[in-house]
């Protein structure tokens, strides 16, 4: 299967600062990126959704001037948390599908995961 | 009401017990349906698609029943490694999830002792 990573994989922060997850897809092409959140003891909720080269779509009740999608290319995606509060603690997950090798990946393929604590 | 529903659990088994997940879904125009399994603070990773015609996979046999909106999980034969939070996920998207966003349930909690 493919490859995603996400960087860092663990944050710790004070509130007020900025905090930028970056997320890669290794092997192939990711034309759609993913992003999630999973606070503690609860499922995975999708943030938005991001195409290459174009504006995320997020999900209602996500602020996007405060998570900022960045996926300029095909590899990589980029989630920045913006003036981060101890509310926004919790576990950024990415997820990616798209092409490469010659073969479609019509699953999505998750990263990691950065675990973000918001002192 | 939550578009996935899951029993939460947790379900403690021994070894080699049998188990069995329930899921309902409220959306009717969902067309793609998975198992994922989640290990403690990991990502979730696929463990199985879902068709109408039920499917196998080595211990694990998922089925799908969309006039009741309903999926299910069996495991056989529990080992240890099997320990995980279980995770119904469910798209609207046809053929794959790229086409769709994935909705998943609050998982089940599976933890299997000697």
Redesign the interface.
């Known amino acids: 299967g493919a490859v995603v990573s996400q960087h860092p994989s663990w944050v710790i922060c004070k509130s007020g600062t900025s905090v930028k997850i970056e997320c890669r897809s290794l092997d192939f092409q990711a034309?759609?990126m993913?992003w999630y959140r999973q606070f503690p003891k609860?499922?995975?909720?999708?943030m938005a959704?991001s195409n290459e080269g174009s504006k995320a779509t997020y999900?209602q009740g996500v602020e996007k001037d405060k998570f900022l999608i960045n996926h300029a290319s095909l590899t990589l995606s980029t989630l920045t948390v913006t003036s981060a509060h101890p509310e926004d603690s919790s576990?950024y997950?990415c997820?990616a599908?798209?092409q490469g090798g010659g073969r479609y990946?019509?699953?999505?393929f998750?990263?990691?995961?950065t675990?973000l604590t918001v002192l | 009401r939550k578009e996935v529903e899951q029993d939460p659990g947790p379900f403690n088994v021994p070894e080699g017990a049998t188990v069995a997940f329930n899921c309902t879904y409220s959306n009717s125009a969902s067309q793609s349906f998975f198992w994922y399994r989640q290990d403690c603070r990991k990502e979730p990773k696929l463990l199985m698609s879902v068709y109408s015609s039920g499917n196998e996979d080595g211990r694990f046999t998922a089925q799908l029943n969309r006039a009741s909106q309903y999926i299910s999980l069996l495991i056989r034969d529990s080992k240890l490694s099997d320990s995980a939070t279980y995770l119904c996920v469910v798209s609207r998207g046809a053929g794959g999830t790229s086409y769709g966003k994935l909705t998943f349930g609050q998982g089940t909690i599976l933890t299997v002792h000697p």
């Open positions: 034309t759609t993913f609860q499922s995975l909720m999708l959704t999900e576990f997950i997820s599908s798209g990946y019509n699953e999505q998750f990263g990691p995961g675990r």
